[in-house]
């Protein structure tokens, strides 16, 4: 199974800041099958990135996702007010697909 | 429009039955992947599996194998997940979500809403 360990765990940013997240692998995920989702508080996790670096449907071009192999980045060019939430990451090259522990991005 | 929806939120007893739905609509159901994904009481996402509802092909993670069932009913566009015999530590939101292609090998872009499932004596 691959573990995968996201971090900073705590992210404190001012809206207008850019934001780097990591995501590594404790093995490399095939294909840079890995995925970035934004949680909210209430509300199902939405998809951000898949393939490493492809946005999702709708997503703006301030989220960009980068990396292979064990190691994964998502940016956030320019935080949003709505920015704020937590972001998980994960691998689907190798079952079980699984997740980051999360990382929380709060406003400071 | 693409939705997955799921049923209502449970409470039940240690011990207990349960079989929880998700309806998927706005797209051909047989040809991708569902998966089910748990989150615990302030806790992280966890993948518990997939399925294939065009053969009802099933893969579990090791974490969640013997512990849940997952299945669908084509006929009405439905995927399950059901526990024999629920514990407390089952107490969690259960979220459904479609791959986001046809393939095995897919993130998940279309969630349903989650069931709260509460086990509780």
């Known amino acids: 199974e691959i573990v995968l360990t996201q971090s900073p765990g705590t992210l404190s940013l001012s809206p207008g800041e850019g934001a780097t997240l990591s995501c590594r692998a404790s093995q490399s995920v095939n294909n840079r099958f890995l995925a970035w989702y934004q949680q909210k508080p209430g509300q199902a996790p939405r998809l951000l990135i898949h393939g490493a670096s492809s946005r999702a449907t709708g997503i703006p071009d301030t989220f960009s996702g980068s990396g292979s192999g064990t190691d994964f980045t998502l940016t956030i060019s320019r935080l949003e007010p709505e920015d704020f939430a937590v972001y998980y990451c994960q691998q689907y090259g190798s079952s079980p697909y699984t997740f980051g522990q999360g990382t929380k991005l709060e406003i400071k | 429009e693409v939705q997955l929806v799921q049923s209502g939120a449970e409470v039940k007893k240690p011990g207990e039955y349960l079989k929880i739905s998700c309806k998927g609509s706005?797209?051909?159901?047989?040809?991708?992947?569902i998966g089910w994904v748990r989150q615990m009481p302030g806790k992280g996402l966890e993948w518990m599996g997939m399925i294939y509802p065009g053969d009802s092909d099933a893969r579990y993670s090791p974490s969640f194998q013997g512990q849940v069932t997952m299945s669908v009913d084509k006929s009405i566009n439905t995927a399950y997940l059901q526990w024999s015999s629920l514990k407390a530590s089952d107490t969690a939101m259960y979220f459904c979500a479609r791959h986001v292609d046809t393939s095995w090998y897919a993130a998940l872009n279309h969630w349903g809403q989650g069931t709260q499932v509460t086990v509780s004596s």
């Open positions: 706005g797209y051909s159901f047989t040809t991708y992947w």
